[in-house]
């Protein structure tokens, strides 16, 4: 199938798609319309048909989308049919709380190593993976051939790791440190800040009070 470039923001709706065909999927579905699936998952149907259609379009006309080949054409375009090593860089509370979260296996991300400069911690086992020193880390990677390394470091500490991933070949870092990584062209950063995602809701919630309290003054005034 021909593909066309894909734009960033369908490229961030897919997983939610993916999310509720797995759903579908297990609820024993076989197909659903765009109308269904919108109902579903509260977007409009066109907008399903809009971004479906970037991949050639899965659907028929009059028979809907079939779940299973949806669900594994949109697998495919974001590399979660294979199997992606790895690695966590703080095993502090952070690092143990997403190696304990067994779900990231069943999208394919296998935790195969988690790293520490602390000595109480190297040594310990968090779900089958043991913590490991620091220095481990370049020798470790080209032996288990890992591309992804989570950063759950202080901020201060992340510019210096990260140049040490690179070094040593990693292509995907997920960064939890509240700082911008430099990094070269062909290595890819996605940053998840836990806290920025909590001041969008913040935002949201008190326009909202500010609307509803715009809207009593004005109503009082008539
Ligand atoms: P923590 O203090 O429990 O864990 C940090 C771990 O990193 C410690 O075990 C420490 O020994 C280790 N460490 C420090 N320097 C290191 C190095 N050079 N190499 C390897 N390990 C090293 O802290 P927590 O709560 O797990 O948070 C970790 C980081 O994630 C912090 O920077 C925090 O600000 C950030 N964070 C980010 C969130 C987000 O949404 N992005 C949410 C929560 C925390």
Redesign the pocket.
């Known amino acids: 199938m021909e593909q066309k470039p894909i734009s960033k923001a369908v490229i961030t709706r897919l997983p939610r798609y993916y999310r509720h065909l797995g759903e579908l999927m297990e609820e024993g579905v076989e197909r659903i319309s765009s109308n269904d699936l919108s109902q579903r998952m509260h977007v409009t149907a066109s907008q399903i048909r809009q971004d479906l259609n970037n991949f050639g379009g899965f659907g028929q006309q009059g028979y809907g989308y079939n779940v299973k080949y949806l669900y594994t054409e949109i697998a495919k375009i974001m590399g979660v049919d294979r199997q992606h090593n790895l690695i966590i ?9 997403i190696a304990n979260y067994a779900n990231f296996e069943r999208r394919g991300f296998i935790i195969k190593g988690m ?4 000595p109480r ?1 190297i040594g310990r086992v968090v779900r089958g993976v043991e913590i490991l020193g ?1 220095e481990n880390l370049e020798k470790f990677i080209v032996d288990h051939d890992v591309q992804i390394a989570a950063l ?4 201060t ?2 510019p ?2 990260a140049d040490r991933l690179v070094a040593a070949g990693i292509k995907a870092i997920w ?4 700082t911008d990584l430099v990094v070269p062209d062909d290595v890819v950063v996605e ?7 909590l001041m969008r809701l913040s935002y949201r919630v008190c326009s909202m009070q500010d609307q509803k309290e715009q809207e009593k003054k004005r109503s009082n005034r008539l």
Request: charged residues 15%.
């Open positions: 860089i703080g095993a502090g509370n952070l690092g143990q709380a790293f520490d400069i602390n911690l620091v759950t470091i202080p901020k500490k992340a210096e790791i960064n939890f440190a509240h940053n998840v800040h836990l806290s920025e995602s």
